[in-house]
């Protein structure tokens, strides 16, 4: 009779082995990168209730993070400049690979997986000609570089695949940076963010670009509904106090849609959207503003204000099954249900700038 240790030597050899899974992390809710009371920085994962189910220790801060769609890892992206991205076994803490931009290239702190999790795209910075790029990596072959193309536009921040069109949704923040002069802006006047919607070899599908009057409304962050709507948060970079919205909607061959263009409260965000989600079912979506601390909801159809919360520093956004879940700096994970805020947890971290949601 075959031994256990035969059975499984066999199905290791066939590649009919069982693969690790997030299901034997207990299912984590929801991931985020944090800074501990001691100064140094760490990536966690928490269960739907918050509490922490395990964390892994960061070289230095983080920003957002893409978790792969079937096995238990994740890329956790530093903060931009970046000069790294962690690949992280959730099971066991320990570091897979380390990812490292090309010369001439920093990472902006954000990626995203294929369908099949057999590649992964980043947003980077080719600094000396300023123009923005998606790099391409296998994750079959311990995340090796295997190509790029460019982004559309200037600042690519965030990056999400489109569930409707194919390919990718690039949010082209518009702002020239150069690691040389830190986090400096250098192009303010004449900045043109947009989105712009990618095939997977660097084809231009569609894009979109904002009305001159908002050239300096920075497109930063994303949310993608199941029929294709993207959801996008701005950050205004023009004179303080402007009265310009922060929260819009584009579908592919469309004009944007402004939320709370008229809305006297909008001017809470001071001009600055942190993380933008819609919630389960589409009708809403949030926005928050460590800023203003504050987070905003907003009706998909109406495009009106419905719900303002205040919350010091928060900029961490999610969702549950009734509503989102929001972290804040003072290590705050909270539920905004029907109106009403909770607090879920409170530990002795510090949130850092996203709360990821496994689905």
């Known amino acids: 009779m075959t031994s256990r240790r035969g059975f499984l030597a066999g199905l290791l050899a066939t590649g009919l ?27 966690v994962g928490l269960s739907a209730q918050g509490t922490i189910l395990f964390r892994c220790p960061l070289p230095d801060r983080g920003h957002a993070a893409s978790a792969h769609p079937k096995r238990p890892e994740v890329v956790a992206f530093a903060r931009r400049p970046g000069r790294f991205a962690d690949v992280i076994d959730c099971r066991t803490g320990n570091q897979l690979a380390r990812i490292t931009p090309t010369k001439g290239h920093h990472f902006y702190g954000h990626g995203c997986f294929s369908h099949d999790g057999s590649q992964l795209f980043t947003t980077e910075n080719e600094y000396e000609t300023a123009r923005g790029i998606i790099g391409v990596w296998d994750t079959t072959d311990n995340y090796r570089r295997i190509g ?38 250098l192009n303010l006047d004449s900045m043109q963010p947009n989105l712009t919607y990618l095939d997977f070899d ?16 920075s497109i930063r ?44 409260r909008v ?22 503003s460590p800023r203003g601390g504050v987070v905003q909801v907003m009706d998909t159809a109406s495009g009106l204000l419905q719900q303002e919360h205040h919350l010091a520093d928060v900029c961490g956004l999610s969702t549950n099954e009734t509503g989102f879940v929001a972290s804040t700096g003072a290590g705050q994970l909270v539920a905004l249900n029907k109106g009403k ?15 990821i949601r496994l689905r």
């Open 267 to 288: 001017r809470n965000l001071n001009g600055y959207g942190g993380s933008i989600q819609f919630s389960a079912d589409g009708s809403t979506i949030a926005v928050t």
């Open 17 to 43: 082995a069982p693969q690790a899974s997030w299901a034997d992390l207990g299912c984590p809710a929801y991931l985020s990168a944090a800074k501990q009371p001691d100064g140094t920085y760490t990536f």
């Open 341 to 355: 805020m909770t607090v879920m947890s409170k530990t002795d971290l510090r949130w850092d700038n996203h709360l």
């Open 202 to 217: 660097g084809t231009v599908i569609d894009q979109m670009q904002l009305s001159d009057d908002l050239h300096q409304n």
């Open 221 to 264: 962050h994303l949310s993608m509904h199941d029929n294709g709507t993207v959801g996008f948060a701005m950050q205004w970079q023009g004179e303080p106090g402007a009265d310009v919205p922060i929260v819009g909607l584009h579908r592919p061959g469309t004009s944007p849609r402004l939320l709370a263009e008229d809305d006297p």
């Open 148 to 185: 790029s193309f460019a982004s559309g536009g200037i600042g690519p921040h965030d990056v999400l695949l489109h569930q409707k069109v194919g390919g990718l949704v690039v949010a082209n923040g518009g702002i020239q940076t150069h690691p040389d002069r830190g986090r400096e802006k």
